[in-house]
């Protein structure tokens, strides 16, 4: 399978392969305002489903810290959203071990896998009819209002098609 | 037609936004196994890490780029050091992240930490096609206690568009 054979419209299979990729990347190098993640919404993408046996494979990743003025610890936690639905989070946590002043930065990093989207897939068979637009939301929230980013901030979604075999 | 005769047909259509070619350069992939191990320059230089070069032949295609990075340092005290890396295409600064390693400890400790990268670049070409763009993948540290001993990965996938 090559890529002159798509461009030469070849019909073949698909299975296993990662397709419809889509992304929201916001930032990608330092912005001078920082955004706090108190209920912060970071990035949000769509992708266009075909197939009820699918997957969407996400990937987020975002640069966060907090500005501490004595020693400390804040949490952060990022969400990831299908259609408003929470599907998958992860905690972080940025220290300070001293009394001095600093800004102590983290990446933040969810990989997940999403599947079978039951609620806006109800099709009983083994095939959907049509389209289904999914839309995945990445949000953010802490435990300090100090917390907050200035990039970057990556979400990418792709398709992994059913495996036929 | 039935309805399981167009879903069936459905799997032969042309897909879009496809993952068409992928580079990787992955000089470690374990922990200390870079000996010596890279040392990270203090600002303003930068130290290169690693580099993967992809041939675009779309304009329209999008490279997602994916990097990690194993980070040590040493501390004599309580305290934190912080380490900025860059992706560039070419010599262009496209993607910023920092990364700060914390030690706790009064006594001296060896501190080591693992950083991700993640970039879409769609504006990785211009004029006459094919182009190879390269990618590097860098880093600055603001003292001079950081080093890279792996693991060190770094991925460009080519992505055609999505119609």
Do not use: C
Not at chain 1, 20 to 47: G, Y
Not at chain 1, 100 to 113: G, K
Not at chain 2, 9 to 15: D, I, K, V
Not at chain 2, 60 to 83: K, M, Y
């Amino acid at each position: 399978m090559t890529q002159n054979s798509q461009s030469r419209g070849i019909v073949i299979p698909r299975q296993d392969r990662l397709t419809e990729f889509q992304f929201n990347e916001p930032i990608s190098t330092p912005i001078a305002d920082a955004i706090p993640l108190t209920n912060s919404t970071l990035a949000e993408a769509t992708i266009n489903i075909d197939d009820n046996n699918d997957k969407v494979y996400i990937t987020a990743t975002v640069g966060w810290f907090n500005a501490f003025a004595a020693a400390g610890v804040v949490a952060a936690t990022f969400t990831l959203s299908r259609n408003g639905i929470p599907i998958a989070s992860v905690v972080q946590t940025v220290s300070n071990a001293t009394a001095t002043e600093v800004d102590v930065f983290n990446v933040a990093r969810i990989i997940f896998v999403d599947q079978p989207l039951p609620e806006i897939i109800p099709s009983q068979s083994s095939f959907i009819h049509g389209n289904v637009q999914v839309t995945y939301t990445l949000t953010a929230d802490a435990s300090d209002p100090t917390a907050a980013t200035t990039g970057p901030i990556t979400l990418t979604l792709s398709t992994i098609e059913r495996n036929l075999l | 037609m039935p309805e399981d005769i167009h879903g069936q047909l459905n799997l032969f259509l042309r897909e879009r936004g496809i993952l068409t070619d992928f580079q990787v350069s992955e000089p470690a992939s374990t922990s200390g196994s870079i000996n010596p191990p890279i040392e990270i320059a203090v600002a303003p230089g930068f130290t290169p890490i690693t580099s993967v070069s992809v041939t675009i032949n779309n304009q329209t295609n999008r490279i997602w780029l994916n990097g990690t990075v194993g980070l040590t340092a040493t501390f004599d005290a309580a305290g934190v050091v912080t380490v900025t890396l860059q992706l560039l295409r070419g010599t262009t600064i496209i993607y910023q992240t920092s990364k700060t390693i914390s030690s706790p400890s009064v006594l001296p400790a060896t501190v080591s930490e693992i950083v991700h990268l993640e970039h879409i670049d769609v504006t990785a070409v211009s004029g006459e096609l094919p182009v190879t763009a390269t990618y590097t993948l860098r880093a600055q540290a603001d003292t001079a206690t950081v080093t890279s001993g792996g693991p060190v990965t770094l991925t460009a996938a080519q992505l055609e568009r999505n119609p």
